[in-house]
């Protein structure tokens, strides 16, 4: 496999930062799949959509706003009415995601190349992310699992809860640079590491 | 402002793009009719109180929501797909706890 080369650059430093005490509000990482792929259903096909997606991945993609699946290497969850977003370790699978969905039944859209995946998690992570995003990271409002779309300021991005307090966040990857000095210096208040 | 989107439920009004009065009927597009065509380009009813509005959720699902907002208080008292046309949806794909 050829190795990806990252567009956080020298922003990415890894190790511990501004962390007083033995362990950090949160921590950051790029996950780096192999696939991100975008699947659209067109109305009335989205449960064709969701069983291709389930015999593709074997993900069990629920139905309903914002719903989604998440296990350790795979994840999934609707972002918009009718449109998924299919993250996978392994590389290639928008091909079998193009054989499993014809195009009367919706699209399937390579982002591999386009989006970069942040991992944002420990204790500090709903309180890091709330200062950057107007939306509610709370437990009860945000379940486990489940995915959103919003921005900070006009950074769009795609998050899903991966975790009690665990959130990947997909961010355009022209974007990530910036965004990740962002999210960066929103941490230092609580201490982060980087790995 | 929020606006609850009927599917990302309630959100902030900078994640919203404003497109326009939803009140006007556009001419057939094969239409020649000059005076038809003004009316839709120009003339507004200037409402004070409910009002029919086009908003796209840009900064969020990205879905095109015809709604009807106060002029007076801004106070959102309905909110639909255009995709549905209008209509209210069944409940099943709405988010759990987004606002009616
Ligand atoms: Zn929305």
Known sequence: MVEQVSPLGPAWKSGR???????????????????IVQVAAWPGEEKAVIDAVRAVTGLKLPDGAGGGIATEHKAAFGFAPGKFMVVTQVEGIEAELLKA?????????????????????GPKAEWVLGKLYAI???????????????????????????GADQFDLYVFRSFARSFWTTLCHAAEEVGYEVR | MLITCPYCGP????????????????????????????????????????HAEY??????????LKLVR????????????????????SASRRKPGAAT
């Open chain 1, 101 to 121: 969905i014809p195009n009367n039944v919706g699209t399937v859209t390579g982002l591999s190349h386009g989006r970069t995946a942040l991992r944002v998690s």
């Open chain 2, 11 to 50: 959100r902030d009004v900078i994640e919203f793009t404003y497109q326009g009065d939803a009140n006007r009927t556009r001419p057939d597009p094969a239409s020649t009719d000059q005076a038809a065509w003004n009316v839709y380009t120009y003339d507004r009813v200037n409402t004070l109180g409910d």
């Open chain 1, 136 to 162: 509610d990271f709370a437990l009860p409002a945000f379940p486990l699992h489940a995915g959103r779309s919003t921005m900070h300021h006009d950074v769009f991005t795609q998050i899903q809860r991966t």
């Open chain 2, 55 to 64: 908003w796209q959720h840009s900064g969020g699902c990205r879905s095109h």
């Open chain 2, 70 to 89: 106060s002029t007076l208080t801004h106070a959102i008292s309905s909110t639909a797909f255009v995709r549905d046309h209008g209509e209210k949806k």
């Open chain 1, 17 to 35: 930062h501004n962390v007083t005490g033995t362990a950090p509000g949160v921590t950051l990482a790029e996950t780096r799949p192999g696939s």
